[in-house]
């Protein structure tokens, strides 16, 4: 237990007084185009094989502060009904770092593009160090510091639910399942559980547009989160209708965070975004923190439910 609190009083000292929270879920802006990280059901993306990667850099200017890499990948196999993905998020913070490989299953119950409902497991490993030897102390004699180096892994998994009509996502999903029960602790994610609802409109000929709402609990803390976000369309004169070309979007958070997103689609296929976070927390307001996101797709019969669709370009959510 001593370790454990040099370790902790070291980390707060180096990243100028801030809370640690290494205990909590990674924080991305742009998860309202990709939820699988807290849900795996929302994997059962048909039509097409899908990748996604995003990188964030958090409180920029700040020395030690969060550094995050994550990519995923998934199929949905429409015979099986059944979806299957693999990701690996990448979590650093002052001396610490994570690592969090994990394999997705998801189920999904009904075969057209209107409405289904779908039910996801994913299960892997979470792993975090600490590495005391990059500590740039003052006094290297200080006995209080902390130079070895420790590393815990634990198996992990995350379970979760998502219901999708043609203009309503509604979704629910807890992660850190080993950790249920768990008190909090330094090297091991907590329990947390997420809740959302999420509004889509792809009526229009000139614009896409969708409003969430989410609710994320930990312990004794929760989170609400509030998005919307437009995408403007490019009339083709052809029968598969209008063809997407960028969207704005804007989010704010209760802890006191307004992010701008944008995204551009470079061709039917691919989508790159940015989003930019702005802090109003005390000590926080000048530091600003950086996402960029990628979104491919091959499309594979394989993964077709379509039959009659109305245009199997859009990019659903």
Avoid at 32 to 45: D, E, G, L, M
Avoid at 146 to 165: K, L, S, T
């Amino acid at each position: 237990m001593k370790r454990i609190f040099i370790i902790i009083i070291s980390l707060k000292c180096l990243i100028t007084g801030t809370k640690v929270s290494a205990q909590t879920d990674i924080s991305m802006a742009t998860h309202w185009y990709n939820r699988s990280n807290y849900n795996p059901a929302s994997i059962t993306k048909t039509e097409y094989i899908y990748l996604f990667t995003n990188a964030r850099r958090q409180w920029y200017g700040v020395n030690g502060t969060p550094a995050v890499f994550n990519v995923q990948a998934s199929g949905y196999i429409h015979s099986l009904r059944s979806a299957f993905g693999i990701s690996l998020v990448s979590d650093q913070i002052g001396v610490t770092k994570s690592l969090n490989p994990m394999l997705s299953y998801a189920y999904r119950i009904g075969n057209d593009m209107d409405e289904s409902f779908s039910m996801g497991i994913s299960a892997g490993i979470f792993s975090r160090s600490i590495d005391g030897s990059r500590f740039e102390a003052e006094n290297i004699s200080d006995p209080m510091l902390y130079y070895d180096i420790e590393r815990i892994i634990r198996p992990d998994a995350n379970i979760g639910f998502e219901y999708q009509n043609r203009h309503l996502i509604v979704g629910f999903s807890s992660t850190h399942l080993f950790s249920f029960a768990n008190d909090a602790s330094f090297f091991l994610n907590t329990n947390h559980r997420y809740g959302y609802v999420i509004y889509k409109n792809t009526d229009s000929e000139l614009l896409n547009y969708n409003m969430g709402l989410q609710i994320v609990n930990r312990y004794n803390i929760m989170v609400l989160e509030g998005n919307a976000s437009i995408r403007f369309k490019h009339p083709t004169g052809l029968s598969t209708g209008p063809r997407e070309m960028f969207d704005i979007g804007i989010t704010y958070r209760s802890s006191q965070q307004l992010t701008f997103l944008f995204g551009l689609n470079i061709s039917s296929n691919l989508r790159i975004g940015y989003a930019y976070d702005r802090s109003f927390l005390s000590g926080y307001i000048q530091n600003s923190t950086h996402e960029i996101m990628i979104e491919y797709r091959i499309p594979s019969k394989k993964s077709s439910v379509c039959i009659h669709c109305r245009n199997n370009d859009y990019w659903y959510y």
